[in-house]
Nanobody, 125 residues
Framework: QVQLVESGGGLVQAGGSLRLSCAAS????????VGWFRQAPGKEREFLAA?????????YYADSVKGRFTISRDNAKNTVYLQMNSLKAEDTAVYYC?????????????????WGQGTQVTVSS
């Protein structure tokens, strides 16, 4: 079992940057693919980015964040990061990380097995 804790959210002006962290418990973290999602009030949970298990050699991005967000993992620290640049007001949401035991990386939130509690990101215009 994996427990995930997000951090790094906060209030930032439009055009600014934030780096979110997803810290995991357990010694088998490298066996999980990890995804980042967000959910704004009244909207469905949205896929943002995912990184493959192992060394994280494969990354996947939603079109809405491609070129602005970067996902990476450091298995020695049991942590996955989401670097967010050029933030916009529409990026305001609660951001979640999730872990998936499947070999194939998926963008579907219902495929992920473990979730963090979320961290709020607010971008002021």
């Amino acid at each position: 079992q994996v427990q995930l804790v997000e951090s790094g959210g906060g209030l930032v002006q439009a055009g600014g940057s934030l780096r979110l962290s997803c810290a995991a418990s357990g010694r088998t973290f490298s066996r999980y693919a990890v995804g980042w999602f967000r959910q704004a009030p009244g909207k469905e949970r949205e896929f943002l980015a995912a990184v493959s298990r192992g060394g994280g050699g494969s990354q996947y991005y939603a079109d809405s964040v491609k070129g602005r967000f970067t996902i990476s993992r450091d298995n020695a620290k049991n942590t996955v990061y989401l670097q967010m640049n050029s933030l916009k007001a529409e990026d305001t949401a609660v951001y979640y990380c999730a872990a998936d035991r499947q070999i194939m990386v998926t963008t579907n939130h219902w495929d992920y097995d473990y979730w963090g509690q979320g961290t709020q990101v607010t971008v002021s215009s």
